[in-house]
């Protein structure tokens, strides 16, 4: 009998400690192991990456030019990688390989010429050219402005921006006869600049080409 009653005391007891226990603690324990919705639904509301956020390879479309300065690197040949600028004459030199006309090539098409022509002295050359110094982008403006001289061409720019950059016209300027001289194939080219009527949205502007030499008389 008294066993008995001990027994229904302890039952009481642990009854007792059971709905005592904090609710953090029993959800902890409820919710230790996550359902297979629960777990599907974790997964539905996690943040989705954005298609945006993937990294976008640049385009290899940079044609290299005389001036230009390169860094060409040959992997594991110390002695092959060098910095080199490109001659006037459009030519570059490499151990073993000599000369190199590089003008009008991309980093991308000379590293595989580079790679193809060291095949014979090294074991499956890895070759990487990059353009550390762009120096063969550049527009030429002379007359009658505030500043005459060799400015670079590295990005988008029209002959008004060209001559804002320069300081803007001199005094004496005759604005309605600027033109640009453009040479395309060996051929020279005169395009007609009115400063008066590009300012005023009455003609277009001359988006500017490497080599281009505007004449402010």
């Not at 590009?198 to 080599?211: C, H, R, T, W, Y």
Request: without cysteine; aromatic residues 6%; charged residues 20%.
């Amino acid at each position: 009998m008294a066993t008995l009653r001990v027994r229904q005391l302890i039952g009481l007891l642990a009854f007792g400690l059971f709905f005592a226990a904090p609710p953090a603690i029993l959800g902890q324990t409820a919710n230790s192991k996550p359902t297979a919705a629960q777990g599907t639904k974790m997964l539905d509301s996690a943040p989705e990456k954005s298609a945006d956020s993937q990294p976008i390879a640049a385009s290899d479309v940079y044609r290299i030019g005389i001036g230009d300065q390169l860094v060409i690197s040959v992997w594991h040949e110390r002695d092959l990688s060098l910095s080199v600028v490109v001659r006037p004459d459009g030519v570059i030199t490499m151990p073993l390989l000599n000369d190199l006309s590089v003008v009008g090539q991309t980093p991308k098409e000379l590293a595989a010429l580079i790679t193809e022509r060291l095949k014979p002295f090294v074991n499956e050359p890895q070759v990487t050219v990059s353009v550390s110094s762009i120096q063969s982008r550049k527009v030429y403006l002379v007359g009658q402005v505030s500043r005459q001289g060799a400015f670079p061409l590295n990005e988008r720019k029209t002959v008004l921006e060209l001559i804002t950059e320069a300081g803007g016209l001199g005094p004496f300027a005759k604005q309605g006869s600027i033109y640009v001289l453009r040479t395309t194939n060996g051929k020279e080219t005169r395009i007609p600049f009115n400063y008066k009527k590009v300012l005023s949205g009455k003609a277009a502007d001359v988006e500017l080409q490497p080599g281009d030499k505007v004449v402010v008389p």
